[in-house]
């Protein structure tokens, strides 16, 4: 064999040996995603955007979303658009805009941690300043999305309706074992039954919903990770991979991004 049929033998051989997504899972597919101007909701974009998918991808203020718009120079397949995830304005003016398009996969990873480790939430030192922004955003924004895009995930061949919880949420979990981040944990805990109640609701239109922990992720606000922690990279290719494994059956559920379960 001469050297040159021997490179076009490992070049072949080498592109069967990488990962490809499924045809059926990535070939005219849409994406949604809130919350896409950093950390998990920027590696989500980013990585749609790499197996094929046509990303729409929100933000409130896209002109601020540097990262996110660099991403643009890279995959035309992804659209920026702005959306604050608790104005019904932003909301009905982008549903209109999409209005009879298929959405496949929506995300909902829009969210705010508060004063996280700050006395505001902790008992005692209370802010209930704080709560209604929170709530509106955590518990609230998931439920207006999904409704705003219902139409449009239902239109779609996958059906697939997700929303970025954490195990701080989880009772099973037993909320972190740590006190603290009351306004957090208690948006959390109502944004999943929120959605798994919608789950119950939308299972007669064969549409999907499910809760999707990421893990302890290293994203750009984790001041000092622990050695738990994993990339957005890591956290969210597990994430895509329960994405696509999900059937009607899993609706309702609470999956990690290793596909570990966990009861409410």
Do not use: C
């Not at 991808?57 to 658009?81: F, G, H, K, S, W």
């Not at 922690?229 to 290719?237: C, D, L």
């Amino acid at each position: 064999m001469s050297f040159r049929a021997l490179k076009i033998f490992l070049i072949i051989l080498f592109s069967l040996s990488v990962a490809k997504p499924n045809s059926a899972f990535a070939v005219n597919s849409t994406v949604l995603i809130t919350g896409s101007n950093r950390g998990i909701g920027l590696e989500f974009v980013r990585q749609y955007a790499a197996i094929g998918w046509r990303v729409i991808a929100t933000t409130r203020a896209p002109v601020e979303a540097l990262n996110l718009q660099v991403l643009t120079e890279t995959y035309p397949n992804i659209i920026v658009e702005r959306l604050d995830v608790t104005s019904s304005a932003h909301l009905a003016a982008l549903a209109n805009k999409y209005q009879g398009q298929a959405i496949d996969v929506l995300i909902n990873n829009a969210g705010v941690s508060g004063d996280f480790y700050g006395s505001g939430q902790r008992f005692g030192t209370l802010n209930y300043g704080e709560v209604d922004t929170i709530m509106n955003v955590n518990a609230v924004g998931p439920l207006r999305v999904t409704e705003a895009f219902y139409e449009n995930v239902k239109k779609s061949q996958q059906k697939k309706v997700l929303a970025i919880t954490a195990l701080l949420g989880v009772h099973s979990f037993g909320y972190g074992n740590f006190s603290g981040a009351y306004w957090y944990k208690i948006s959390k805990a109502a944004m999943n039954a929120g959605l798994f109640n919608l789950s119950r609701d939308s299972i007669k239109d064969g549409v999907i919903v499910a809760l999707l922990t990421p893990g302890e992720v290293a994203v750009e606000k984790v001041v000092n990770p622990g050695p738990n922690f994993i990339s957005p990279k890591v956290s969210i290719a597990g994430m895509i991979k329960v994405i696509e494994q999900l059937v009607i059956e899993d609706s309702g559920a609470i999956i990690r991004y290793n596909g570990k379960r966990y009861d409410f």
